[in-house]
C-alpha cells in the first residue's frame, strides 16, 4: 500500500473534498485495477476479489467490518441475488487490509452541498469521486455507508461470478453459455443436470472474470426482505470470535497503563512491586505509559496498576471549565466555513421578535462494550495482528510503521467488533499492542485494555458551543444565525494519519446544522474550529450529534416564541423544502397520534435530524411518575431511500435512538487536574432495559437516492428528549446531560 503521505501533498478531503496530489490522482492511477488479495489454492476460484469458491461452497470476503450493524447478512444477500445461491449458504469472512476493499461511498460524501437536495448529476460525481478511494486504500467502515459503497458493486461481483462459473460449465458441456441457468448454487443444463458451483471452481479459476448486466429490482428474491441475521447463531451461543476471543499457542497476555494526562510523557517509574507478582513475565516502557505481560489479562491488570509512575503534565488547560473558556474565544476568531448564507441575518424584519440562547454539549466516550484490545505476534522480519477494527489499511501501515516493516509484511485479521462507533477507526491499541509483542518475540500476546483505560484514553466527542440568534414573525421563522465553536474531529484524524493536518472547511463540523431542510429565507450558519490538544475523534454521527440538538432545540424554542405547535411549524418550513423529510414529520405525527397537547404528567418533543443522506424524524414521551420522570415511548420515521433490509435498518434506527438518548440523559466526559473524570459505568452510565422506551419505527422509501442507517438514528433523540422535558416541566435546559437537570429513572 502506498505510504498516505506520499499521495497526499498538502490537502486530503476536508470538507469540501478539495484533494491534491499530483500524479498520484492521474487517469491512469485512478483507473488502474486494485489487484486481488485473494490468492485461490487448487481446486478454488477467487473470481473477485469478493467471491472465493471452494469445495465448501461459497465464501464472501466483506470489505466492511461487522459490528452489530447487519453489514455481513446484507452484503450476502447482495451477492446472492445475482450468483443465484442461498443466502444462508454463503460463508462471511472479513477481507484481508487490501486497497481492493476500498469504501466507494466515504469520498462522494464530502462533496459541497446539503445532501438533500443533491442532483442526479451530482450523485453520479460523487459515485465517480469514490474510485479515488481505492488509491487512498480506504478499507473504512464508518459515515453510514456500508450499504451505499456495496449495492452496487457487490451485485456486480455476484453477477461477474455467475456468469463466469456458466462460462466453465458451458466450456465443459460445449454448449453456449446463455443456453444454461443457474440456481442454488448450481449451473443447469438445458436437460436439467447440475453442475454445483465448487466442480468448477477451478476451471472458473482459468478464465478471464465475464462481465453481466445487473437483474431489474422485479426480480429480486432476497433484497427488499427481512434475512436472518448470518451472525446471529455465533453471536447467540458464544462462539462468535471477537478481539478479546483470540486465542493462539503459547498466547501471553498483557495489559496497559498510559499517562491520564492526555498527550503527556512519562518522567519515570517504579516496577519493583509489579515484578515481584508470580506470574509476570515482563514490563513495558512504552514511553507515554507502561504495559505487564503476564500469565493472564487479570494479573497482568493489577501487576500494571501496582507500577508507581511519575506523569507529565497534559497539554491543554486541566480543568473542564478552563477547556469550555478556550472553546469559546473560537467565537472570536473568524469561521472556518460558513456553508449556509442565505438572504440577510443582519437585518432584522421589521415586526419581528427575536429569540436568542445559547447552547453546550459535553465531551463523551464512545464506551465500546469490548474495551479495545489486539493480539500481535512478532517475529522480527514479519507481524501478524488481530482484533475488531474500522480500517485495516491504515491499521497496517501504522502498525508496520511501529514495527519497523513494510506493509507487505504485515497481516491484519479483523474480528468481529465488539462496538465500534468511531473508535475503532483508531489506530492506536493496534500500536500498543505491537510494541508490546515487539518485547517478547516470537510469542503471541493479547493486548487487553482495562475499562477505565479505556474510557480514560478515548478519542472524544468533543465539546461543543453554539450561539443561535433567530427570529418570528406572523407565526413563520424569518430567520436563523448560527455559530458554532467545537474541536475538529476531522482535522485530528487526518494529522494522526497522513502527519499533516487537514484544510479546508470542515464540512464535518457543521454537519447537521447547516444542511437542514427547512425553508427560512435569511439563514446562515458559521463554524469555528477551537485550537485544543484534547484527543477527539468520529463519535456515532460526528458533528450531527451536537449540532442536532443545538438546531433542534432552537427551532423548538422558535415555534414556542411564535406560538405555534412545534411539529407543525417545522412542517410548514420542510414542505416546499424538501418532501421526503417532510413525508418523516408526517409520518411520525401519525404514528404517534400528535396533537400538540399533552395530559399531566406527561410531555412529549419532536425532532427532526437530515444526516448520512436520510431523513430521521422522532417523537419522545416522558412521564412524570411521583417526582420521577421516565422516558416511555419513542416513534422513529425515517426515510433512506432503497431499503435493503427492512427490519435491521428498523433496528439500527432503534439502536441509533438509545445510545443518543443515553448521551443526552446520562453522558459527560470532565477533566480534573488534567485527567478525565469518568472511568466506568457508574460514572458514566446508559439507558437500561427498564429505563428504555417502548419504539416504533416507520421506514420510509422516497428519498431519490440510498442513505445510511447506522448513525442517523442518534442526532434527532437528543432535542427530542429535551424537547419532550420542556413540554413536561416547562423548563427549558440547554446543555447535556439532562440527568442534572431532571430526576431521570436510572
Given at each position: ?206 478464465l478471464d472474470p465475464v462481465e453481466a448486466p445487473l437483474r431489474d429490482p422485479s426480480e429480486w428474491r432476497y433484497l ?523
Amino acid at each position: 500500500m502506498a505510504r498516505l503521505g506520499k499521495i497526499v501533498r498538502r490537502t486530503f478531503l476536508i470538507g469540501s473534498a478539495a484533494i491534491v496530489g499530483g500524479v498520484a490522482f492521474g487517469a491512469y492511477y485512478v483507473s488502474r485495477p486494485a489487484p486481488n488479495p485473494l490468492k485461490p489454492g487448487p481446486g478454488e476460484a477467487a473470481l473477485n476479489p469478493f467471491v472465493l469458491i471452494d469445495q465448501q461452497g461459497v465464501t464472501l470476503f466483506a470489505p466492511r467490518a461487522e459490528m452489530g450493524q447487519g453489514v455481513m447478512t446484507t452484503w450476502a444477500a447482495l451477492i446472492a441475488e445475482e450468483l443465484d445461491v442461498i443466502p444462508e449458504q454463503v460463508r462471511v469472512l472479513h477481507g484481508p487490509a487490501a486497497a481492493a476493499y476500498y469504501n466507494s461511498a466515504l469520498l462522494g460524501d464530502a462533496l459541497p452541498g446539503k445532501g438533500y437536495d443533491t442532483s442526479n448529476f451530482q450523485h453520479s460525481l460523487g459515485e465517480a469521486l469514490g474510485v479515488i478511494g481505492r488509491t487512498l486504500s480506504l478499507q473504512v467502515t464508518g459515515g453510514s455507508t456500508s450499504m451505499k459503497d456495496g449495492f452496487v458493486r457487490m451485485r456486480e461481483a455476484g453477477a461477474s461470478a455467475r456468469e463466469t462459473l456458466k462460462q466453465a460449465a458451458a466450456n465443459r458441456l460445449g454448449v453456449a453459455r446463455d443456453t444454461l441457468r443457474t440456481e442454488a448454487g448450481a449451473v443447469i443444463a438445458a436437460d436439467g443436470s447440475r453442475i454445483p458451483y465448487p466442480d468448477l471452481a477451478e476451471d472458473a479459476a482459468k478464465l478471464d472474470p465475464v462481465e453481466a448486466p445487473l437483474r431489474d429490482p422485479s426480480e429480486w428474491r432476497y433484497l427488499g426482505r427481512t434475512l436472518p441475521r448470518l451472525d446471529m447463531v455465533a453471536k447467540s451461543t458464544g462462539t462468535a470470535e471477537f478481539g478479546v476471543d483470540v486465542r493462539l499457542p503459547g498466547m501471553k497476555f498483557a495489559s496497559v497503563r498510559m499517562n491520564p494526562n492526555l498527550g503527556g510523557g512519562m518522567k519515570g517509574f517504579d516496577d519493583s512491586a509489579a515484578r515481584a507478582m508470580p506470574g509476570v513475565e515482563k514490563v513495558v516502557d512504552l514511553g507515554g505509559g507502561v504495559a505487564v505481560i503476564a500469565s493472564n489479562t487479570w494479573l497482568a491488570m493489577q501487576a500494571v496498576e501496582a507500577i508507581a509512575v511519575e506523569w507529565e503534565t497534559a497539554p491543554y488547560p486541566p480543568e473542564t471549565d478552563a477547556i469550555f473558556a478556550q472553546i469559546a474565544r473560537a467565537f472570536d476568531d473568524s469561521p472556518n466555513s460558513t456553508m449556509r448564507d442565505d438572504g440577510d441575518v443582519t437585518t432584522l424584519p421589521e415586526g419581528a421578535t427575536v429569540i436568542e440562547a445559547e447552547y453546550s454539549a459535553p465531551y463523551l466516550a464512545h464506551a465500546t462494550m469490548e474495551p479495545m484490545n489486539g493480539t500481535a505476534l512478532y517475529t522480527g522480519d514479519r507481524l501478524e495482528f488481530w482484533g475488531g477494527n474500522q480500517a485495516p489499511t491504515f491499521m497496517q501501515m501504522k502498525i508496520a510503521e511501529a514495527a519497523g516493516l513494510d506493509t507487505e509484511a504485515v497481516e491484519v485479521h479483523t474480528t468481529y467488533l465488539g462496538g465500534g462507533y468511531g473508535r475503532r477507526a483508531e489506530f492506536d491499541f493496534g500500536v500498543i499492542a505491537t510494541r508490546v509483542a515487539m518485547a517478547l518475540p516470537g510469542v503471541p500476546v493479547q493486548t487487553t485494555w482495562s475499562r477505565e483505560e479505556d474510557m480514560r484514553h478515548d478519542f472524544y466527542r468533543p465539546g461543543a458551543l453554539a450561539r443561535m440568534r433567530g427570529a418570528v414573525k406572523d407565526g413563520k421563522a424569518v430567520m436563523i444565525d448560527g455559530r458554532l465553536a467545537t474541536q475538529s474531529p476531522s482535522r485530528q484524524a487526518m494529522t494522526r494519519v497522513t502527519g499533516m493536518p487537514g484544510a479546508g472547511p470542515d464540512k464535518v463540523l457543521v454537519e447537521g446544522f447547516f444542511n437542514q431542510p427547512y425553508a427560512v429565507p435569511n439563514y446562515r450558519i458559521s463554524g469555528h474550529i477551537a485550537d485544543l490538544a484534547i484527543p477527539v475523534g468520529f463519535w456515532r454521527s460526528v458533528g450531527n450529534s451536537h449540532n442536532g440538538f443545538f438546531h433542534e432545540t432552537f427551532v423548538d424554542e422558535m415555534a414556542h416564541a411564535a406560538g405555534r405547535d412545534p411539529l407543525e411549524f417545522r412542517l410548514e418550513l420542510m414542505r416546499a423544502e424538501h418532501a421526503p423529510s417532510a413525508g418523516c414529520l408526517e409520518a411520525v405525527r401519525e404514528m404517534s397520534g400528535w396533537t400538540g397537547k399533552t395530559p399531566e404528567g406527561v410531555g412529549r418533543g419532536v425532532a427532526f435530524t437530515y444526516s448520512f443522506g436520510t431523513s430521521v424524524a422522532q417523537v419522545i414521551e416522558v412521564v412524570d411518575e411521583g417526582g420521577t420522570i421516565r422516558i416511555a415511548r419513542a416513534w422513529i420515521a425515517c426515510d433512506i431511500g432503497l431499503v435493503l433490509d427492512p427490519e435491521t435498518v428498523k433496528a439500527q434506527m432503534f439502536g441509533g435512538m438509545v445510545y443518543g438518548l443515553s448521551a443526552a440523559a446520562h453522558g459527560r466526559i470532565t477533566f480534573a487536574g488534567g485527567a478525565v473524570e469518568q472511568g466506568n459505568f457508574p460514572d458514566y452510565d446508559a439507558l437500561r432495559m427498564h429505563s428504555a422506551p417502548q419504539v416504533e419505527v416507520r421506514v420510509l422509501e422516497t428519498n431519490r437516492h440510498m442513505g445510511g442507517a447506522g448513525e442517523p438514528g442518534t442526532p434527532p433523540a437528543m432535542p427530542a428528549l429535551g424537547n419532550a422535558l420542556f413540554d413536561l416541566t416547562g423548563k427549558r435546559v440547554r446543555s447535556m446531560p439532562f440527568a442534572e437537570h431532571f430526576n431521570l429513572l436510572v
